[in-house]
């Protein structure tokens, strides 16, 4: 939450910043040089995101975490500059390149961006084969493709509802902690839910006020003896379609299912998926 020492901002931004420094110095002693509409843009796109770099380390939201109180902020801003850092250095270059005739200073100005170009590829160069085993096994650009092989039961329920539920009808689903498979359903067919990550509420309100009651609900509408209780709970955040499959199950250990079997009926499954359509008007 302290302010970002100078030796890591040059590791972080540095590179970005040699060819902002080198365009700024060849405007300033490129004689007889008009700016162009492409340089004034440039221009533009350098204070923008030297503003978003600067701004987080004096002005922050508040986050939830007591030892990065000011992460999101900085993640949130430093992800749009250095998109936008990339354009102006990839331009930058290729102009100095073009308009530079001085063959020393190109020889200096090249080298060095081959230095820093070369150390950035580092990165990918691991990266990409760590994660993805050196290219050999294909993951596809489709986003719940992993869903196919992790819980492909689950794969066929959301593309079921894609195409056969409108409109926003609350789909209840088991809750769990960010970064897990949990709020499947939601996320991957845009339905609102009860409760989703439940981590990633309190961070977005700043309260766990909202949150703590919403787990105990979902928790009592998946294993309440009482069906009273259950139809309150299901009236009250206005639940359409009840979801029961593998990760509601390993969450809810003493999931009820009768329940929903008295107050709704099933309009899917296949192996280990259902869907339940709650008829709000019944009861």
Avoid at 4 to 22: E, R
Wanted: hydrophobic share 45%; with cysteine; aromatic share 16%.
């Amino acid at each position: 939450c302290q302010k970002s020492p100078m030796w890591q901002l040059m590791i972080l931004y540095g590179f970005f910043y040699f060819f902002v420094i080198s365009f700024i110095l060849f405007l300033k002693f490129k004689k007889n040089y008009k700016l162009s509409k492409n340089d004034i843009f440039i221009l533009i796109l350098i204070a923008l995101s030297s503003l978003l770099l600067i701004i987080p380390e004096f002005i922050y939201i508040k986050d939830i975490y007591p030892m990065h109180y000011r992460a999101n902020t900085m993640f949130k801003l430093s992800y749009e500059a250095f998109i936008m850092l990339s354009i102006c250095s990839s331009y930058i270059l290729i102009k100095l390149l073009s308009d530079i005739k001085d063959k020393l200073i190109i020889f200096i100005f090249l080298s060095s961006s081959l230095i820093f170009i070369s150390l950035n590829l580092m990165y990918p160069f691991f990266a990409i084969g760590s994660y993805y085993r050196n290219l050999t096994n294909y993951q596809s650009l489709n986003g719940i493709k992993y869903l196919s092989v992790s819980y492909p039961d689950d794969y066929e329920l959301i593309n079921w509802i894609n195409k056969n539920i409108k409109e926003q009808p609350v789909t209840l689903e088991a809750s769990g902690d960010s970064y897990t498979d949990y709020a499947r359903i939601s996320a991957n067919t845009g339905l609102p839910t009860v409760l989703g990550w439940s981590v990633h509420e309190w961070l977005w309100r700043g309260t766990y006020d909202i949150v703590a009651p919403r787990i105990e609900d979902v928790k009592i509408l998946y294993t309440g003896n009482g069906i009273e209780s259950v139809k309150i709970l299901l009236k009250e955040y206005h639940i359409s379609y009840v979801v029961i499959s593998s990760l509601e199950k390993e969450k809810y250990p003493n999931l009820n299912e009768n329940n929903f079997k008295k107050i709704g009926r099933i309009i899917y499954q296949n192996n280990t998926a259902k869907l339940y359509k709650i008829n709000l008007g019944e009861f």
